[in-house]
């Protein structure tokens, strides 16, 4: 159309505009390569150490310790799971794990509501100051009780007992704070109110009505409490003696010193993998809660 | 029944107040929140309370685990200037300071590095970030026999078997005193970015992009951007990482357990596993008492410097 106008001048402009589009959409382009590349190397880096595991786990011990690395098994060794599972003591103190940890998880859910909801819901002298004094317990580091509450659980007796293991993290200062912020924002007053003039005790109104209404903050700090005490391992280690009381951690770090020699090291391999697993699949199932939690607490 | 009355109508506080009367008395309400808060009371006051004051109390006698209370002596702060003189107590404060000054700094860059990686968009985002926390839901037990056996030496660690490939010298990773606390960090730091990762991105998409595209309709370029919307709407994200890591750092104890038991040479001492060493295989209470309390205000001070750093400019 504009043919007459198309000086030369015209025709180079275009030219270069041309050239700058096509090395923007080059820049870009190296732009997207190194952006995956970084964030596969980034994946790689933190795979590697779970993944040589699991493939370490199905290795005789002469394949994992051969140069040049030898990566994947010739015949999947599927027999060190069924060693590691006749071990002394694995499947015991798995058991003891799964029992201890789901019995704190209850016990964090329960208790943790049951003051967040007086916490939430009530109006009482001193409510500021108890609501300050358990939060201020989150503050001071484990290492500080240490001593003191092994001192307390021997006194008591329950040295090597599931008492021990289970008392002493009973209640938690985030589980109480976690289920007042839902309970304030999740439970209505009017439903409590009505509950009241129907003549429900409070404890009722807890019962029937507050714990309903929190299932799904029960499954969150359920998980996440579970997961915490699936993988404690100083205070088991203190105040358990006898492998029957060991716990999975406890038993792992002793695995070490019996399984970690070069003709056992897949065996090993074999009983950490297994031992990541439930924390882990629990935490996948759960991590969208767990990073709207971190996000909760960490950035008020 | 205060706040009763205040979020409905009175006459519905008074028709449940004779209902109260009537049922099970009126001052049930005013105790029902005591009530509850009980368990927690009573627990925080055994595991809680008892402790730390028993802890300041016996860091100032020769507690033993064994003796009886009764037979105390009081020392005064006998304790702590023992502890303060113990070459091994310097050496893993020493240790532990190195550990805290160069994990805290590389968290923040890497966490916060790979953050800003992944706000771009791409495919698969969520799978890349679930990746980086992975180790976040591991047990720091198997983490640390997971390492130490990639740490291994001369050609039976697969790090060696890696280096040896390339052509390069193999490390003494754990065994060498010079390797042994850097081999530590890198593992640490290999666990703990996903966490700092998870949190700044939050963070990152908390920050309307509104503010990104008024800035570079006014021209500003990619640096200037990260310069002057990121960085300080990321202020209380930075304190949050920093605290919480330099907090976590402080307290390592697991890794050392297991991996290198403090050596080779105390060359990864750490001041926790030493009193879990003082405490419990050498059942010196009152000296890893002190040792507790001190590294407690060693972390409260290290924590309120940082607080100040980081909110100074407001």
């Known amino acids: 159309m504009n043919t007459t106008y198309d000086t030369a001048y015209g025709e180079r402009a275009r030219q270069e505009a041309d050239a700058a589009q096509s090395v923007r959409v080059i820049v870009q382009g190296i732009f997207g390569v190194l952006k995956y590349a970084a964030v596969f190397f980034m994946a790689f880096i933190f795979l590697f150490p779970f993944v040589w595991t699991v493939l370490g786990s199905l290795k005789t011990s002469g394949e994992l310790l051969i140069v040049p690395i030898q990566w994947l098994p010739k015949v999947p060794q599927w027999g060190n799971y069924a060693k590691i599972f006749s071990a002394m003591g694995f499947v015991r103190s798995f058991g003891n794990s799964v029992f201890v940890s789901g019995a704190v998880a209850l016990s964090v859910v329960f208790l943790g509501s049951m003051s967040g909801f007086a916490l939430a819901k009530y109006q009482f002298a001193g409510r500021r100051l108890i609501l300050t004094f358990i939060l201020s317990t989150m503050m001071i580091p484990y290492f500080v009780f240490l001593m003191p509450t092994f001192y307390l659980i021997y006194r008591l007796g329950w040295v090597d007992t599931y008492l021990a293991l289970i008392v002493p993290s009973m209640i938690t200062a985030f589980g109480i704070f976690f289920m007042r912020q839902f309970i304030e924002a999740n439970v209505p007053d009017e439903l409590l109110d009505a509950g009241r003039i129907d003549g429900c005790s409070d404890f009722r109104l807890f019962v029937n009505i507050v714990m309903p209404l929190c299932k799904s903050a029960y499954l969150v700090l359920g998980v996440t409490t579970f997961i915490s005490n699936w993988n404690s391992f100083l205070w088991p280690l203190i105040v358990t003696s006898t492998e029957e009381m060991f716990t999975i951690q406890v038993l792992l770090s002793t695995l070490q010193d019996s399984y970690g020699g070069m003709r056992t090291r897949p065996l090993l391999m074999a009983g950490t993998t297994i031992s990541i697993i439930p924390g882990l699949l629990l935490f996948l199932l759960a991590q969208k809660q767990i990073v709207q939690g971190i996000s909760v607490t960490g950035l008020k | ?314």
């Open chain 2, 1 to 314: 029944m205060t706040s009763f009355g205040a979020s409905t109508g009175s006459d519905i506080a008074a028709l449940a107040e004779a209902k109260d009367v009537r049922g099970r008395g009126g001052r049930r309400s005013k105790a029902a929140p005591y009530l509850f808060l009980l368990p927690a009371l009573l627990f925080f006051s055994v595991f809680w309370v008892f402790p730390f004051l028993f802890s300041i109390w016996v860091s100032t006698t020769d507690w033993d685990i064994l003796g009886n209370l009764s037979d105390l002596t009081y020392q005064g702060l006998e304790n702590y200037g023992k502890v303060l003189n113990d070459p091994i107590f310097r050496t893993a404060v020493r240790n532990t300071f190195t550990y805290v000054l160069m994990d805290v700094p590389a968290l923040t860059v890497l966490g916060l590095g790979l953050a800003l990686l992944l706000k771009q968009s791409m495919v698969g985002r969520g799978a890349f970030r679930t990746i980086a926390f992975l180790p976040h839901g591991t047990s720091a037990v198997a983490l640390a026999i997971i390492w130490k056996i990639i740490y291994m030496p001369a050609d039976s660690g697969v790090l060696n078997g890696m280096l040896l490939q390339l052509g390069l010298p193999t490390l003494g990773w754990l065994t060498d005193p010079s390797w042994a606390l850097p081999s530590i960090l890198i593992m640490t730091i290999w666990k703990w970015t996903g966490f700092t990762l998870v949190v700044f991105l939050v963070a990152l998409f908390n920050i309307p992009s509104e503010y990104y595209e008024a800035a570079r309709v006014d021209g500003a370029n990619v640096w200037h951007t990260f310069r002057h919307i990121t960085i300080p709407l990321l202020r209380p994200t930075f304190l949050f990482t920093t605290v919480t890591n330099t907090i976590g750092a402080f307290q390592i104890f697991t890794e050392v357990y297991l991996m290198t038991e403090g050596g080779p040479a105390k060359a990864t001492e750490v001041v926790v596993h030493y009193m879990y060493t003082v405490a419990f295989e050498w059942l010196k209470m009152g000296k890893a008492s002190a040792m507790a309390i001190l590294l407690l205000a060693l972390i409260l001070a290290f924590v309120l410097v940082e607080m100040r750093l980081l909110r100074a400019r407001d």
